[in-house]
């Protein structure tokens, strides 16, 4: 298994541009997530979905959209960006039952917005 | 406002010393609460703390919750140079149609050899 992959690793934006964050797991979770890590803090969930068609706002869902066609994949959309939006993005995934909520996570994308 | 507070925020320490992480929280709908290990890339899962008073142990690492008092310990005994990494602290609650974690903004901690 893969695990969670995210695409691309690394990206530079200029203000105003558009783009998409790829995420797939392989793992057949239910449950997918996308959070934002600034430099010396933790992590903020901005959007979540607990299956293919459900999706949900987190704690900073401005500025980000997201879909969720199929159970394997949940990309998240970026309209004009920001510098704001400069930060490390992390996709996680997780099977809803016991053992609570352990989420996988993938290795990151790293965004700056110029 | 939910939070979650770790400390302290860095830690530099030398080789075989023992180390102890806090994390302190308030949330509403509480479930776990969850430590990860961060290096330079994506935190990988620690342990996972449901109960008051019992401890998890995995080697030299060892985690215990206080669900009167709020919070949690992170120990990490005869430290390691590959225990350098940031430690975050999460806790698992019920929000709207699923559940999410919301961080500390973890403890830095550097071992020296």
């Known amino acids: 298994n893969a695990g969670v992959t995210q695409t691309p690793k690394f990206r530079i934006l200029k203000i105003g541009q558009s783009m998409t964050l790829q995420c797939a797991q392989d793992?057949?979770?239910?449950?997918m997530y996308w959070y934002r890590q600034d430099p010396g803090m933790g992590l903020k969930l901005i959007y979540y979905?607990?299956?293919?068609?459900?999706?949900d706002k987190g704690e900073v869902p401005n500025g980000y959209n997201v879909s969720r066609s199929t159970t394997e994949d949940f990309p998240l959309r970026l309209e004009l960006a920001a510098p704001s939006q400069t930060s490390v993005y992390f996709c996680?995934?997780?099977?809803?039952?016991?053992?609570?909520?352990?989420?996988?996570f993938g290795p990151g994308t790293r965004l700056t917005v110029l | 406002e939910d939070k979650v507070v770790q400390s302290p925020l860095s830690l530099v320490v030398h080789e075989g010393d023992t180390v102890t992480l806090n994390c302190s929280y308030e949330?509403?709908?509480?479930?776990?609460l969850l430590w990860y290990k961060q290096e330079k890339k994506a935190p990988t899962f620690l342990f996972m703390l449901t109960s008051s008073g019992i401890e998890k142990k995995s080697g030299r690492l060892s985690s215990i919750l206080d669900k009167k008092e709020l919070f949690s310990i992170l120990n990490i005994t005869a430290t390691q140079t590959g225990d350098s990494a940031v430690y975050l602290c999460?806790?698992?609650?019920?929000?709207?149609?699923?559940?999410?974690?919301?961080f500390g903004g973890g403890t830095r901690l550097m071992v020296k050899p």
């Open positions: 793992m057949n979770h239910n449950y």
């Open positions: 996680a995934s997780s099977h809803p039952g016991p053992p609570y909520n352990e989420q996988f």
């Open positions: 949330v509403t709908n509480f479930r776990s």
């Open positions: 999460a806790v698992d609650r019920v929000y709207n149609a699923g559940n999410m974690l919301t």
């Open positions: 979905s607990v299956g293919a068609g459900i999706t």
